[in-house]
């Protein structure tokens, strides 16, 4: 028996010491032999490297306002487990009053319940399954019972995200661009690189479900935050091409609409507008047809321009030269050309064949000094830069057209019919760019949309203007084409619109669309030309697609009144754009005395009645619904009432004043208070901080 229970303790002791030596042995596999292994398969389980996107970097305008930013955004989590026992049953209430409150989703006892319940379940995470929260609003949620513990005491998991926002909304939205998971489009994707910065990573702890939160760790990498660039874009110059052609798109009921402006100087795009109507009737920034292909059309007598300065350039012929436009009709070979007046206008001289946009003038006058050989026409276009690509840094840009002898659409019609801005395709901002060169005394420059790239303050590359063209032609022929085109506003066309703060200069377009292969009465209009027309500062291209209507034909019906509104306003703006020399003399309004030159720069805003500037009893009046009564006009160095005023509104009147500022709560909302008293003075150092809701 005894021999029999010691055989027995052997086996079971043997049996023990080689579990043993069996668990010692799987430890050290587990550990050090497949150590790599398990740990792998521990973190494919239980946590992820994931990646911490970077800040994308701000678009700014010429004067610094936001165009584009990332705003960040938090998602709510709690974890009740980790908050003392005492601290939550003393606080829970509380804590689900103010969710309750905040939300305006759920009352006081579902949220009551739902962490309770949690903290019972010994549930970590809690996803508080509601709207996300701006950044105000966080330090608000951190001031509540139980999360003003801290993370680790108060048990709040805050997760950030970021969302791209646009201040001014539509304002040159297909220019800017915009930010979505399958794509990219204007400045947005063209500075993609220099935006976006460079993802950091982190290591994650699986939690519950598809839940991770972030683990400290040495490893981690903390992203670096995209480059700010700076547009050659203002705010105030958008906000005025933007409403001028939506005006008159809503009158004509264009399908769309572009407007371009552009620093003559530097060759700045100041702003450039799209607007297309859509299926609703209501108009959008939909498509850059500023530069697209779509934009790239048959501009019609705007290239006469080119056509006048070849002519110039390749001959003697003078302004006061003849031509027989006959009685409004021509057959050039197979086609018939006619003029706008149905009854001709017979024997003209060149400068007035232009100034009424004669086809038949022009393309006789062409036809005679260049159909023995049309390429030394043709190279202008090339010299022009009318018939390529111009690269100027906007994805997207459409491929124009130049109709050639080499090609097989040519004929003898051809050349009558190019001189005329026929079969040709070329996009708006093309356009411009020539008509900035003539503006820019022959100089043409390559338009210009971002003008440098900042790291907070610090400049981190500049652009500088680019010379596309030295020289465009000769002096002699330069002047002569401006002449041209003052006279095409002072006696031509568009002479409906010489009066005003100064004079445009500019040629206007139409031209018959080309459907099916067939011209039809369908008409694209447009006027491109420069302001002042003795000392240009900015050069400005209008187009609309299939305007309707008789009163809306033609270019000068539809773009000049565009460009000379856009005009007006920019010298209401800017006294020092005007070439008028307007006393300096000052208006005495109950005691108070406003100089004139303050009273221009709001003049246009207020509605004011400005046609006796120049007398010396001048009286300033604003239109009511009683009629013309004598105004008050508020101090401009005074804190305006921003009350109940909208994020739009409150940065274009800030702007204006030049005052600092900075924006706390709901952008989206309204103006609840200000820390500046209205009329306080401004100083200096001032800053107004603005509270929305």
Known sequence: MKNSLYSRAKLVSLFIVVFSFYIVAKIINIQFVNKSKWDKLLHEKFFVIKEIPATRGNILSDSGDLLATSLPFYEIAFDPTVVDEKVFLENINDLSEKFSTFFK??????????FISARKQNKKYIRIKERLINHNEKNEILSWPIFKLGKYRGGLILEKQTKRFYPFKSLARRTIGYVRE????????????VLSGTNGEALFQKIIGNNYKIINNEANQKPIDGLDIVTTLNVNLQ???????????????????????MDVKTGHVKAIVNLERGEDGQYRESYNYAIGNLGCVEPGSVMKTVSMLALFEESEISFEDKVDTGKGSYKFHGLVMHDVNPLGYGVIDLKTAFEKSSNIGIAKVMREKFQNDPNLFLQYFHKLKLDEPLNSGISGEGQPFLNNPKLKTWSKDSLPWMSIGYQMRMSPLQILTFYNAIANNGVMLKPMFVS????????VKKFSP?????????????KKIKILLEGVVQNGTAQKYKHGFYQIAGKSGTANKLKNGMYTSDTLVNFAGYFPSDNPIYSCIVVVDEPKGDDYHFGSQVGAPVLKAIADNVASMDIKASPQEYPQKTIIKNGTTFKVENLLNIADDLDFDIDDFKSNNAKFVQKTSQGWKEISVEDENKIPNLSRMVLKDILSILMARDIKY????NIYGKVVSQSLKPGTRVTEDAVLIIEMK
Not at 182 to 193: A, I, M, N, P, S
Not at 466 to 478: A, H, P
């Open 105 to 114: 989703t759920h009352d006081r006892a579902y949220y009551n319940n739902l």
């Open 182 to 193: 399958d794509r990219k489009v204007g400045l947005e994707k063209c500075f993609d690189t």
């Open 239 to 261: 906000d005025i091409a933007h409403s001028s052609l939506l005006k008159i798109l809503k009158e004509c009921q264009g399908n769309y609409g572009v407007v371009i402006i």
């Open 452 to 459: 440098e790239v900042k790291k907070g303050l610090t400049t």
């Open 466 to 478: 680019e010379v596309l063209c030295e020289e465009i032609c000769s002096q002699e022929t330069l």
């Open 662 to 665: 900075e924006i706390q709560g």
